[in-house]
């Protein structure tokens, strides 16, 4: 007897099934495009060009639309991301404390620069970003949307290690 063999979507399949749950959810419009591609990018860390193609033929609007809009606001990532966001504030009141000192340590600790912002192994993006709002706590960096102030070189490779100490903890679960 012949066991039917159950046809599994393919990773691509389900991404766009994903994608296409998120356009329900916001509405296929052209005018729920930022909320769109807000999400998708929640869901990816970056804005896939085939996932921007798919998004423009369900929206009816031009893939150069989608990819304008996608490329106008400094939220939004063609290129993919690390595992972890590390953002370094570079506003005054981090700068006047010498935040230099800090990126350049997390930069050479990730083997990173300021073009080149993903880690080779994937696992950190670092972007030097405009005030975060946490002055008082300057100099600050936000990793993973959480806030980490008065750092140091020192202190913000100790976090690093401490991160991937507790990503490899997780795997070994
Ligand atoms: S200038 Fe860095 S948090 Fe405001």
Redesign the pocket.
Known sequence: MTVPTIDRPTKAKRGFMRVQEIIQQCGASESALIPILQKVQDEYRYLPEEVLAYIATALNISPATVCGVATFYAQFSLEPKGKHLVKV???????VRD?RALIEALQNRLGVTAKQKTSADKQYTLEIV??????A????VVVDDKVYGQMTGERAVKLLDEIDAADKAEVAE
């Open positions: 504030c570079d506003g005054t009141a981090c700068h935040n405009n005030c975060i709002g946490a002055c706590l300057a100099p600050a």
